[in-house]
């Protein structure tokens, strides 16, 4: 499942070693474990350690709701995920709360209307990775430091707003073969490349963003 993260090690040249309406019921205060296929609505009600995959979203429609608890992983180079998000449609994931030290913080694919806001993210690979899903909202969330904030591939109609990106070793927002999405009044420092966007991706836009003390700013392939 994680291992077409791995793909983005290599994106586009860049030098390095994937709101709809919730249920009806409120969250639910139970704790879920690690590995977990979690379904309909859940609230965090301790830190969760995990060794192997945080938790695994498993309908559409579910709320995770870390109601300012963590969820840890062993490392970055593990080949582990926080939230794994697959082919499940209009799933919400919402602060306050932490999710660190995964390969992917979390991972969407094939998914639509995804909605990730309020979390913080740090010593991740990759922070939020999508592949293959449309409509995913990142929105006011605290990123860094990671080796990479928000990573697209083969996505559409991706909305990137109003977060801290800071510290991302690599690049804070990444853009591969990603179509008619918009990044937009994020705070992106202190990385390799800002913002990229590779020659495949197109119909993008960049508004309001404050993108400085980074190696390269905007690094544009013609894909903004």
Not at 13 to 20: T, V
Not at 28 to 39: E, I, L, R
Not at 104 to 122: E, N, W, Y
Request: with cysteine; net charge negative; aromatic share 4%.
């Amino acid at each position: 499942m994680v291992a077409t993260i791995l793909s983005l090690m290599a994106i586009g040249g860049l030098a390095m070693p994937s709101l709809p309406i919730m249920a009806q019921a409120q969250p639910v205060a139970t704790n879920a474990a690690c590995g977990q296929v979690v379904k309909g609505n859940i609230t965090l009600t301790a830190d969760l350690k995990c060794p192997g995959d945080g938790l695994i979203v498993g309908s559409d429609n579910a709320v995770i709701d870390l109601a300012g608890y963590s969820i840890t992983g062993t490392g970055p180079d593990s080949s582990k995920v926080g939230i794994v998000v697959p082919n499940s449609d209009g799933v919400q994931v919402v602060g306050p709360g932490s999710i660190r030290a995964f390969q992917a913080g979390i991972l969407i694919t094939g998914s639509d209307g995804t909605s990730v806001k309020r979390v913080t993210f740090d010593a991740n690979k990759i922070a939020v990775f999508m592949t293959g899903t449309t409509n995913t909202v990142v929105e006011q969330n605290l990123i860094g430091p990671n080796s990479i904030g928000v990573a697209a591939h083969s996505s559409d109609m991706v909305d990137v707003h109003a977060n801290l990106m800071s510290s991302n070793s690599l690049a804070g927002v990444t853009f591969v073969n990603t179509d008619k999405s918009v990044i937009w009044a994020n705070s992106v420092g202190g990385s390799a490349n800002g913002i990229f966007s590779d020659s495949q991706s197109s119909k993008n836009e960049l508004k309001f963003n404050n993108v400085l003390g980074n190696t390269v700013d905007i690094n544009n392939a013609d894909g903004l």
